[in-house]
C-alpha cells in the first residue's frame, strides 16, 4: 500500500527521500506510517499517509512526523511535527529538514508524471505559546527565518493587529499605514527599533523576536521558490557568516520603515537616558548647596 501511495515517485525523487539524513551524518529510526483521510476537502489535498521517525546522532535526537498528499499530480508535505528528543548539542536541525523536503519537492516536479502545473508545497503550523518554561515551543519565531510565506492572508492581517497591540503595550506606536508593509513572517521576526525587551523567558530581545516568541501562524514553501523575500532571507539568516546583513534583502519599503521607528525610538531612549541624568545631577548639585 506503500509503495502504491508513493508510485508517482521518480527515481530521482527517491534519491531525495526527505527521511534520509544519512549523507548529513544522522540515523533514522521509524516510528509509525498511517494513512490518513483529508482533513478539509475543500482547502486540503486528498487521502494521505502521516510518517513519524526518530532523527538522531551520537550528539542529538529529534523526533519529526510528515504528512504527503498527492491532489490532481501536486504533492503537498505537512511539517506536523518537529522537536527535539532531550537536550543536544546547539544546531539548525530545523534549516536542514527543510531543505531537504525542498530538495524532494524540486525532484519530484522535474520528474512529474503528467508535467508540472502547480508548484509542490511544504504546508506548516508555527506554534509557539505562552509557557515560560525552557522547552516552550519557539515555532512562531524559529519557522519566520527558515523561508515559509504566510499560508492564508488572514495569518498577516491577525499578525498585524496584534503586532499593534503588542507594540503599543511597550510604549511603540506603529501606525496602520505602516503596518502594510509587514507582509512575511520574517518582517515580524526582523523588526529591530533598537529597543530590547524582555521575551517570554525573561532574556532581551529584539522586538520582533520577543512578539513571535508568542505568535502562532500557518506557513508555506512552495517547489522553486528561490526569488521572495522570505527565501533570500533565510539564506542570508542562516549563514553565520552573513547573518547581519538579512535584513538587506528585505524590500526598500520594509526598511525604510523599520528605521523610521529606531530614529523615533533610539532617540527617545537616549533623551530619557540624558534627561534621568540632568536629573540626578541637579539632585545632587541642590544637596550639594545645602
Known amino acids: 500500500m506503500i509503495d502504491d501511495f508513493f508510485s508517482p515517485l521518480s527515481e ?10 544519512s549523507n548529513e551524518g544522522y540515523q533514522t529510526t521509524y516510528q509509525q506510517a498511517v494513512f490518513v483521510p ?13 510518517i513519524s521517525a526518530i532523527i538522531s546522532n551520537d550528539y542529538e535526537s529529534f523526533f519529526m512526523e510528515n504528512g504527503f498528499y498527492f491532489y490532481d499530480d501536486q504533492l503537498t508535505i505537512d511539517l506536523r511535527h518537529l522537536y527535539r528528543v532531550g537536550f ?18 524540486e525532484a519530484y516536479d522535474l520528474n512529474r508524471p503528467y508535467g508540472r502545473v502547480d508548484p509542490s508545497k511544504l504546508e506548516i503550523y508555527a506554534v509557539s505559546n ?6 516552550a515551543a519557539l515555532g512562531g519565531y524559529v519557522w519566520a527565518n527558515m523561508g515559509f510565506g504566510f499560508k492564508y492572508d488572514d495569518d498577516c492581517r491577525n499578525l498585524q493587529q496584534r503586532f499593534k497591540a503588542f507594540a503599543q503595550h511597550h510604549n511603540v506606536d506603529i501606525s496602520l499605514q505602516d503596518l502594510k508593509y509587514f507582509t512575511q513572517p520574517c518582517h515580524f521576526s526582523a523588526f529591530d527599533c533598537g529597543i530590547k525587551i524582555a521575551d517570554k523567558f525573561g532574556n532581551r530581545s529584539s522586538f520582533g523576536k520577543a512578539f513571535m516568541l508568542f505568535e502562532s501562524w500557518n506557513g508555506v514553501i512552495y517547489s522553486g521558490d528561490k526569488k521572495s523575500e522570505a527565501f533570500l532571507y533565510s539564506q542570508k539568516y542562516n549563514d553565520p557568516e552573513t547573518k ?22 533610539s532617540n527617545s531612549k537616549t533623551n530619557e537616558i540624558i534627561n534621568l541624568s540632568n536629573q540626578i545631577l541637579k539632585k545632587v548639585l541642590s544637596l550639594g548647596r545645602s
Do not use: H
Open 12 to 21: 530521482e525523487a527517491k534519491q531525495k527521500w526527505p527521511f534520509d539524513f
Open 38 to 50: 483529508p482533513k478539509d476537502s475543500l482547502r486540503d489535498p486528498g487521502d494521505g499517509i502521516k
Open 88 to 105: 543536544g548539542r546547539p544546531s539548525n536541525f530545523a534549516l536542514t529538514a527543510v531543505n531537504k523536503v525542498k530538495d524532494f519537492m
Open 130 to 135: 505562552n509557557d515560560k518554561s525552557n522547552i
Open 244 to 265: 547581519l546583513q538579512a535584513i538587506n534583502v528585505l524590500n526598500p519599503a520594509y526598511r525604510s520603515i523599520m528605521n523610521k521607528y529606531t530614529k523615533r525610538y
